[in-house]
């Protein structure tokens, strides 16, 4: 899978993250039952195309969240009408140099879920 890709893929998967979250909270503050259960749905996706990315785990989430962070920071910013004072700014630039720290490293040296689950056995 591409770099380009991926990049797609972590955005996406943060846009469902940040989403289902906030319509947990649209519902839990008013919206209805349904709001919430729809949030969890969102949620869930997020988990599976995340994982579909195929990153090391360590290097996988370190890597999205920023793109999780960037996000958030938006939706709180745009959706909620959050005021984003400069320490937030300030927070949100070291997150994503951290998250550049962790997707430029080398690479972890865990041993991959097929390694774990030992050889198939059909």
């Not at 579909?52 to 360590?58: A, R």
Request: net charge positive; hydrophobic share 55%.
């Amino acid at each position: 899978m591409s770099i380009a890709v991926q990049v797609i893929m972590m955005i996406v998967a943060a846009l469902f993250e940040v989403g289902g979250d906030a319509l947990i909270r649209r519902g839990i503050t008013g919206g209805g039952i349904a709001l919430v259960v729809i949030g969890f749905v969102v949620l869930g996706t997020y988990g599976v195309l995340v994982n579909l990315i195929g990153l090391d785990f360590s290097k996988l989430l370190g890597a999205y969240v920023g793109w999780f962070a960037i996000i958030s920071v938006l939706f709180g910013r745009f959706v909620f009408g959050d005021r984003t004072p400069v320490s937030l700014w300030v927070g949100l630039a070291l997150v994503l140099a951290g998250s550049l720290v962790i997707q430029t490293g080398p690479k972890s040296v865990s041993p991959s879920i097929s390694k774990i689950a030992g050889p198939d056995t059909h």
